[in-house]
């Protein structure tokens, strides 16, 4: 199995952020300029713009009634990774901002791309989604949405269409809290932590001191909402 880009897709609110990683070996069979030799040389400015022109007119969603997304090219980085089947190699990680038009749904789109592919026919573009808050994927996991290659029966790159579930701003908030709840359970330090807080709400104060029980239904309600609030509150930190 040959090198291959792989085109991950964070949704946040209306506009969809992109990474995108590709082997510079097979950049460079599209590129005028040296790309895996002179690699400290590659995101100077001027070859960084050429890379943005040539990589904004491979990069085109539209909405499915053919309307052109707006692209942004965010940051761009290089990067070493390692397959079991090639070894070692240097990567372009490309940062995108995908806007739809006022009004279009970011959730259904077409995903025209055709970087390196196409030129190097054997090149295979995974697309995965990472992040989308209104179908619960708060936790990095990558679900695959499928590939984009050349077909062979009509020699064509056909556009990728993305579906993705319907989803609310309640089923996040109750990723979110999932989340939350499992990196709590899984840390000792932390329920350490959440144990100090609980100590003293049993306790009644009087005259600056802890004195008597403070009563059944008191404490209870008293636990329920420190270990709500801290549950809540860490898992917002963990966005």
């Not at 026919?121 to 990472?130: C, D, G, W």
């Not at 330090?189 to 709400?201: G, N, T």
Request: charged residues 25%; hydrophobic residues 45%; contains cysteine.
């Amino acid at each position: 199995m040959g090198h291959r880009s792989i085109f991950i897709l964070d949704v946040k609110g209306e506009n969809i952020y992109a990474e995108l990683k590709m082997p510079l070996k097979e950049l460079q069979f599209v590129i005028p300029f040296d790309v895996t030799e002179q690699t400290e040389n590659l995101l100077e400015d001027e070859r960084r713009n050429q890379l943005s022109d040539y990589f904004l007119i491979h990069i085109r969603p539209k909405s499915l009634n053919g309307l052109d997304w707006k692209v942004e090219i965010l940051d761009m980085l290089l990067e070493e990774t390692e397959q079991e089947s090639t070894g070692k190699y240097k990567e372009l990680t490309l940062h995108l901002s995908m806007q739809p038009p006022s009004g279009e749904s970011v959730r259904n789109f077409k995903l025209y791309y055709d970087a390196i592919l196409h030129q190097v026919v054997t090149h295979k573009i995974f697309v995965n989604l990472r992040l989308d808050w209104q179908s619960g994927r708060i936790d990095d996991k990558e679900l695959s949405l499928g590939l984009i290659e050349l077909s062979i029966a009509d020699n064509n790159i056909k556009p990728m269409q993305i579906n993705l579930e319907e989803g609310s701003r309640w089923k996040g908030f109750v990723a979110m809290v999932c989340l939350g709840i499992g990196h709590i359970a899984e840390g000792i330090d932390h329920l350490l932590f959440l144990l100090v807080l609980l100590l003293p709400v049993t306790l009644k104060a009087e005259y600056g001191h802890w004195a008597t029980f403070a009563g059944t239904r008191k404490s209870v309600w008293s636990i329920f909402k420190i270990v709500t609030a801290f549950t809540v509150g860490h898992s917002f930190s963990l966005l």
